[in-house]
């Protein structure tokens, strides 16, 4: 779930230019910011809004933390102000960031010995986005929930090896169904890190899955989008 914290950024820096938009599908695009002086962990958030806005909404980072820029990956919700107007937006043109906050971290000490499974549905899949980015060696199975192939965002950032697409409403991913379909059917490794991104039903159904196959509350981290 996401909590909000304070951020060290100063007023004036909180106006972050918009270098580039880049539309996935017809309500799905990315925003790439100036980075600045922000310094993330793959993981976190940011919150984003119109200048002078009152405005503003999480986003789970999507870049690197290595990347000289800053991405964030929005679908548009018929009914959110933020996502119709950052849909709107131009590059050039200033946005107000706040953060990061959050603490869906990876240990980095374990990044070498650990094995990963990261589960996400729809735009969920941000912030393992900027974990693989900024770890590619990490040994991961990305676990992928979609209503149709096409939002499969950016499928070519991932190891074609470790990327399990779930698709509800087309049979030509790997799995037909939901993630939880998927899951189901799965011996889970105890000793494995299991991170959860995504609306809170999928979030809470994953929980009670992998608990039910023996895997510790320890080894599960999440992210609730509501």
């Known amino acids: ?63 690197g933390e290595q990347d000289d820029y800053l991405e964030i990956l929005i679908r548009e919700i018929i009914d959110g102000d933020i996502s119709q107007q950052l849909k709107t937006c131009k590059a050039g043109q200033y946005l107000e960031v706040n953060g990061p906050f959050g603490f869906m971290k990876l240990e980095r000490d374990k990044i070498s010995t650990h094995k990963y499974m990261l589960i996400a549905s729809g735009t ?19 676990l992928h929930g979609v209503r149709y192939r ?23 991913g790997n799995c037909q169904g939901y993630v939880t379909t998927y899951l189901d059917n799965m011996e889970a490794d105890p000793a494995t890190l299991f991170y959860v991104c995504g609306n809170s039903n999928m979030v809470y159904e994953v929980y009670n899955i992998l608990y039910n196959k023996g895997v510790s509350r320890e080894n599960i981290f999440s992210e609730v989008y509501f």
């Not at 060290?8 to 996935?24: A, S, T």
């Not at 096409?150 to 049979?171: I, M, Q, W």
Request: net charge neutral; with cysteine; proline share 4%.
């Open 124 to 142: 969920g899949i941000a912030p393992f986005h900027s974990f693989v980015a900024s770890y590619p060696e990490m040994d991961y199975t990305l």
């Open 1 to 63: 779930m996401k909590t909000s914290g304070r951020s060290d950024q100063e007023p004036k820096n909180k106006l972050h230019r918009i270098l580039d938009i880049r539309f996935l599908t017809d309500s799905t695009f990315i925003l790439r910011l100036e980075r600045k002086n922000i310094q993330f962990r793959a993981g976190q958030y940011i919150t984003v809004g119109l200048q002078d806005s009152l405005q503003h909404r999480e986003y789970s980072i999507y870049s």
């Open 150 to 172: 096409n939002e499969a965002y950016d499928h070519s950032d991932f190891d074609p090896e470790r990327h399990v697409l779930c698709t509800s409403r087309e049979k030509n």
